[in-house]
């Protein structure tokens, strides 16, 4: 790797890191500035208790003390603190736990709008026109235009209540194929289309129109030349798309009922859980900056006329 190459590297991992910075700051002031509390759903709460519990939890401190304090907390021990709704759990053993599954459900699913949208998207370009381009494009348009929220009720009715193919609980394995169809599926078609128009406009290019009236053979030219350099849109888009599933699922948890990190964060923000809004927010931060830097890093390996600058 070349220094300029490590020095770009490095000014990203820092901007990363001030982007996070951000992200925490702004998360920690704007949560504590809505009115409420997390212990004002408790029943038969006493004005001594409540004063208790704040105390307990450090509440009670002026709000730039626990800002510093929980900055101290993250960067010296990476200690998001106690969960204020789940007593006696950390919030880093609760984010650990979730990950495990919507990590899982992130992988499967990119992995399978990635292999079918770049199969597809080739396949629609080769076959610019036909029968099969048309099939695809209105098949992608259609999963597109609809939000995952729509398609996972429309997969979870027709799957699990109307034909009992699939259970509902996302707690097993079996109940993890709904929603992983159900993240995949716009990444997939997004990824078709963003594949078929390179593709298609790669196909154009006089280096492939010279390697045709040169004589080399098609599965050498699709493969070898329009197919590589057709990806590089789609390694843009790669990486935003793993974190955006990964965060994305924060509704489709709820729908299929999946114990994952996306499920707990909805039941932290309901419950106004403090460390556990602000552990997953900075994990889910720091997921969406780090995919980026990949995706930037990953452009140089596949073309290297690219200057990292």
Avoid: C, W
Wanted: no cysteine; charged share 15%; aromatic share 10%.
């Amino acid at each position: 790797m070349s220094t300029k190459s490590l020095v770009y590297i490095l000014k990203r991992i820092v901007l990363a890191a001030l982007t996070v910075f951000v992200v925490i700051t702004i998360t920690f002031f704007v949560m504590h500035a809505v009115p409420g509390g997390p212990f004002l759903s408790e029943k038969a709460v006493s004005p001594g208790v409540l004063k208790a519990l704040e105390a307990k939890y450090g509440l009670d401190k002026p709000l730039l003390t626990q800002f510093f304090n929980y900055l101290s907390g993250i960067f010296t021990r990476l200690d998001f603190g106690p969960s204020l709704q789940l007593r006696g759990r950390e919030v880093l053993d609760i984010i650990v736990g979730g990950m495990k599954t919507s990590f899982k459900l992130g992988v499967i699913a990119s992995a399978l709008a990635l292999i079918s949208g770049i199969v597809l998207g080739s396949v629609a370009a080769l076959r610019r026109n036909k029968i099969a381009d048309n099939i695809i494009m209105v098949i992608t348009t259609a999963f597109v235009s609809m939000p995952s929220f729509i398609m996972g009720s429309l997969l979870l009715v027709l799957f699990t209540i109307k034909y009992t193919v699939f259970p509902a609980n996302g707690s097993t394995s079996a109940g993890l194929i709904l929603p992983i169809i159900t993240l995949s599926l716009y990444p997939m078609a997004y990824i078709t289309r963003l594949t078929r128009s390179s593709m298609l406009d790669v196909l154009g290019q006089d280096y492939i129109r010279t390697a045709k009236s040169k004589g080399v053979p098609r599965i050498r030219i699709i493969f070898g030349h329009a197919l590589k350099n057709s990806l590089i849109p789609v390694i843009t888009y790669f990486g935003p798309m793993f974190a955006y599933i990964v965060t994305g699922s924060l509704v489709v948890e709820q729908i299929f009922a999946v114990p994952g990190i996306g499920r707990a964060f909805v039941n932290s923000i309901t419950g106004r859980d403090y460390p556990l809004i602000m552990g997953t927010t900075i994990v889910l931060a720091s997921l969406i900056v780090i995919m980026n830097l990949v995706s930037d890093i990953l452009y140089k390996i596949v073309d290297p006329r690219i200057n990292l600058d």
